[in-house]
């Protein structure tokens, strides 16, 4: 859209002003592309445009000029999609709020993935129209046309499903530059109720219990009042950007809660100790001028607010606080369940709900003598990655061997592949990846029993090379079938190897399987 600058803006209406103001210059193919018409009202409705356009208004509107109007005026917000990208995309707005795409994860360290680089729109908006412009709060033609909700609403702010409480917030848990950047982490967070948010998780129920030592993450919010009028409501839209992309742009905040989206109504995020408070605190508007788009345009006229907008932090008042000044008593007391003093008793609550009661897992093994790798089924544990288990695996103890790997199977039906401890005896070439060789794709380069490790059935013929298997073999052609595959004590057992590759699995194995690493002394 071509605008009027500042400073041809009078020169515009001087050369406009007496042609719409005609009757006899109604012929809108004599009017100039970007031409202003100011209204005389900050308020633009059907009355204030009429008036506006005066003898030439059935011109540009002959047929349902009531509905045309509606959407003219509703032009006057700018698009929350539009801080983002162009054309708008809502999946990159929805997924980002989930905390799944390269805004919650880029690598600052290369320049294709730089957030100054593919965030260039949403660094434009932020320096040059945050202060100047109203946001529509996010709606998505690409939800309405799909028939899947007519309404547009992403599901993370959808004003008539989840956002009772007038109330908003991001949770991170992380940044895009760790090396340069940090995060003030503000909140334990407790639970999460996933069917609350079963459309960022895709996971339709469940629930997640954090425990975590320290505070988990740094939470901000805003909220708005009910009166329809008041600049937090007319302006919640931009709280919502100065929350989420502007701590994501300026900051390098970003991740989300595991199970949780990273920015939802609060109905939607997890049970949290605290938010910080962002605030729309002023907002003069002194005018809306109508812009010529042609008259062959869809829309033959939008609409431009000028609006002053100052953001805040709420008084220094954090989010349940400042919430007070514009709630009732019993919506304080609803989000006081969701923003809590601490989790102990929130989190005891929400488990007796569902008739839980704390336990504990007994571990597999001494934590003191082995350190977790990865697991599978029972013995599940996220995998710690190649770099830490070569930290771990490759580096000399001090009495002069390599810490021994073992691999434990629950369920393996023969005894000898239950537990299965493997010594090291050469160092491992830095340019393949050691915790793959273990996982998914048993190899022979640099990895030959009796000349680069050996396998033991307990750790005590380990340290002391006694009762070594003798045979092993590799280099299975799908490349998906991990640690032993067939090895044996005498002889080629097939069956109990394992495997962490994509669409491939083991149903001796993957019920119960896990590795773990020796601890250096």
């Not at 600058?5 to 103001?21: E, M, N």
């Not at 294709?112 to 434009?124: D, K, L, T």
């Not at 005018?287 to 788009?293: F, P, S």
Request: overall charge neutral; proline content about 4%; aromatic content about 10%.
């Amino acid at each position: 859209m071509k605008l009027c600058t500042s400073s041809l803006i009078l020169a515009v209406l001087a050369a406009h002003q007496a042609v719409y103001a005609a009757p006899s210059n109604c012929t809108t193919s004599s009017w100039t592309i970007g031409g202003i018409i100011p209204l005389d009202s900050t308020t633009c409705n059907l009355a204030t445009v009429t008036a506006a356009l005066g003898s030439c208004f059935t011109t540009v509107y002959p047929g349902n000029a009531a509905e045309a109007v509606q959407k003219l005026c509703a032009s006057m917000e700018v698009p929350f999609g539009s801080i983002a990208s162009t054309p708008i995309n809502f999946q990159q707005d929805k997924n980002y709020m989930d905390g799944q795409t390269l805004l919650n994860y880029g690598n600052q360290s290369k320049v294709s993935e730089n957030i100054a680089v593919f965030g260039g729109q949403m660094g434009r908006f932020l320096s040059t129209k945050a202060a100047s412009t109203r946001l529509a709060w996010p709606t998505y033609q690409a939800v309405s046309a799909s028939g899947y909700d007519s309404t547009g609403y992403m599901s993370n702010f959808h004003l008539n499903n989840s956002c009772a409480s007038r109330v908003a917030m991001c949770c991170f848990t992380g940044t895009l530059s760790p090396a340069t950047q940090s995060i003030p982490r503000n909140a334990d967070a407790c639970v999460h109720d996933i069917s609350a948010s079963k459309n960022s998780s895709h996971v339709r129920r469940g629930s997640t219990r954090f425990n975590i030592t320290g505070n988990d993450a740094y939470c901000v919010g805003f909220s708005w009042s009910s009166d329809p009028n008041s600049v937090s409501n007319k302006y919640k839209a931009n709280a919502l950007s100065a929350i989420s992309y502007a701590q994501t742009y300026t900051l390098g905040y970003s991740g989300n809660l595991p199970s949780a989206p990273m920015c939802g109504c609060v109905e939607q995020m997890p049970i949290v100790t605290k938010a910080d408070c962002v605030s729309v605190d002023a907002a003069t508007e002194t005018g809306v001028n109508l812009i010529y788009q042609g008259n062959t345009s869809a829309m033959p006229l939008t609409a431009k607010l000028l609006t002053s907008v100052t953001y805040g932090n709420c008084n220094g008042n954090d989010l349940k606080t400042f919430y007070s000044t514009m709630s009732t008593v019993a919506e304080q007391t609803a989000l006081a369940t969701r923003i809590v003093e601490s989790c102990d008793s929130s989190t005891a609550k929400f488990m007796n709900n569902r008739y839980w009661i704390s336990g504990s897992k007994p571990a597999p093994v001494d934590p003191s003598k082995w350190k977790n790798v990865a697991g599978k089924g029972t013995l599940y544990f996220p995998s710690i990655g190649d770099s830490a288990f070569r930290s771990l695996s490759l580096t000399l103890r001090s009495d002069g061997r390599y810490p021994v790997v073992y691999r434990k199977c629950a369920q393996c039906s023969s005894v000898d592949y239950r537990d299965i401890y493997y010594q090291r005896k050469t160092p491992y070439p830095t340019n393949l990846d050691y915790l793959n060789n273990f996982l998914s794709n048993w190899t022979s380069v640099s990895n030959l029993i009796g000349i680069d490790f050996d396998l033991y059935g307990s750790y005590s013929d380990a340290i002391s090379n006694k009762n070594a298997w003798t045979i092993c073999n590799y280099d299975d052609p799908s490349g998906a079938i991990g640690f032993p595959r067939d090895c044996g004590k005498t002889a080629l057992v097939a069956g109990y190897w394992n495997t962490w590759a994509i669409g491939a699995s083991n149903s001796v194995t993957d019920p119960g399987v896990a590795f773990f690493v020796e601890v250096s002394t």
